[in-house]
């Protein structure tokens, strides 16, 4: 792995010197053994940087979500870049229409509706005025909803995830 870092490295240093004439990185020094008190290991960590900005989904369980590592232990919707909504709604059979009307105001291009720990498919007539403003609904179960807001999230879409935990 260190010889394909010092080859990058001698690569674009030529490169500099081809376009310039000027060498931008420095030569690189030889590579010494372990033992040798010149030689230093250095660790490179590369990762995209957390930030509050977006809501994202950093844990969750049967009972609970985490957003942001904040913990909500009732139904809630969560889109990347506006507040987190409490949603009264505290199991499956109990879903109304009006339930999914706190969506239609947020304008999502999708829903992703987790619909508790296991799979369930809402009545039509319960999303059917989501339909009419052409707002997709994506249904899975409850760790799945978390999963796929997160990716779809990451990727610059307008998703809100309504996620249902039930008491």
């Known amino acids: 792995m260190h010889i394909g870092f010092i080859q990058v490295l001698a690569r674009a240093r030529e490169s500099c010197i081809a376009r310039q004439g000027v060498p931008l990185l420095p030569a690189p020094r030889a590579v010494t053994s372990c033992h040798q008190p010149a030689c230093r290991n250095i660790d490179l960590k590369l990762h995209q940087e957390a930030s509050g900005a977006l809501n994202t989904i950093t844990s969750y369980g049967a009972d ?13 919707i969560v889109m990347p870049e506006t507040p987190v909504i409490a949603w009264p709604v505290s199991s499956f059979e109990a879903l109304t229409p009006e339930d999914f009307d706190a ?36 249904t899975m179960d409850f760790g799945a909803a978390c999963r796929t807001y997160n990716i779809l999230m990451s990727e610059g879409r307008r998703v809100a995830a309504a996620l249902l935990i039930e008491a």
């Open 64 to 76: 609970y979500v985490a957003i942001n590592l904040q913990r909500h232990e009732g139904s809630i």
């Open 103 to 138: 969506l239609i105001a947020i304008a999502p291009e999708v829903v992703v509706f987790g619909s508790g720990t296991r799979l369930r498919f809402p009545h039509p007539r319960l999303i059917a005025k989501l339909s009419q403003q052409r707002i997709g609904v994506e």
